[in-house]
């Protein structure tokens, strides 16, 4: 079993930034990819940015450059850097972990992020 609990999650206004974390029970070996997801009120749950074990990134092309994503393979913690946050990305995020040997996902209770104008 793998428990996310994501932390950093609050109102800013448009501009600022915030630090998302997410720590992951568990053995370390066994979590594979980590990935931040949002899901907006009336959309669906979307990615905003993942990496893998190796340090290996993605993100959506609305967070480009704008949102950092990072781990601690030893603290079993991602990290979300988001700067220059904008009204839309308001949005209930999420920290997904995947183990690589249950082949599970495993998912946290989520952290609201308002940004306003």
């Known amino acids: 079993q793998v428990q996310p609990v994501e932390s950093g999650g609050g109102l800013v206004q448009a501009g600022g930034s915030l630090r998302l974390s997410c720590a992951a029970s568990g053995s370390r070996l066994g979590i594979g990819i980590m990935g931040w997801y949002r899901q907006a009120p009336g959309k669906q749950r979307e990615l905003v940015a993942s990496?893998?074990?190796?340090?290996?990134?993605n993100y959506a092309n609305s967070v480009q450059a704008r949102f950092t994503i990072s781990r601690d393979n030893e603290k079993n913690t991602a990290y979300l850097n988001m700067n220059n946050l904008k009204p839309e990305d308001t949005a209930v995020y999420y920290c997904?972990?995947?183990?690589?040997?249950?082949?599970?996902?495993?998912w946290g209770q989520g952290t609201q992020v308002t940004v306003s104008s």
């Open positions: 990496i893998d074990s190796g340090g290996n990134t």
């Open positions: 997904n972990v995947r183990h690589r040997i249950l082949a599970l996902d495993f």
